[in-house]
């Protein structure tokens, strides 16, 4: 849980940041990690509910890249 809610917030920190390539690469890295642990992992409520944010935090951005 902790490390789906550190993810969050450097999601918002990302908005910040000038460096596309970047951007970029961490967005394809979180997504590369959200699908593994859906698919690996068995997910709490609060789980879910982090990866749903997540997932709404990324759509926002992905259109500005």
Known sequence: VIKLS???DNLSDLG???NNAFKKGYIQE??????Y???K???TETH???I???RKEISK???SL
């Not at 979180?30 to 699908?35: F, H, K, R, S, Y």
């Open 16 to 18: 910040h940041m000038n």
């Open 52 to 54: 749903t944010a997540i």
């Open 30 to 35: 979180t997504l590369d990690i959200l699908n």
């Open 6 to 8: 550190d993810r969050l």
């Open 61 to 63: 951005m992905q259109p």
């Open 48 to 50: 879910k509910k982090l």
């Open 41 to 43: 992992r068995k997910l």
């Open 37 to 39: 642990t859906a698919k």
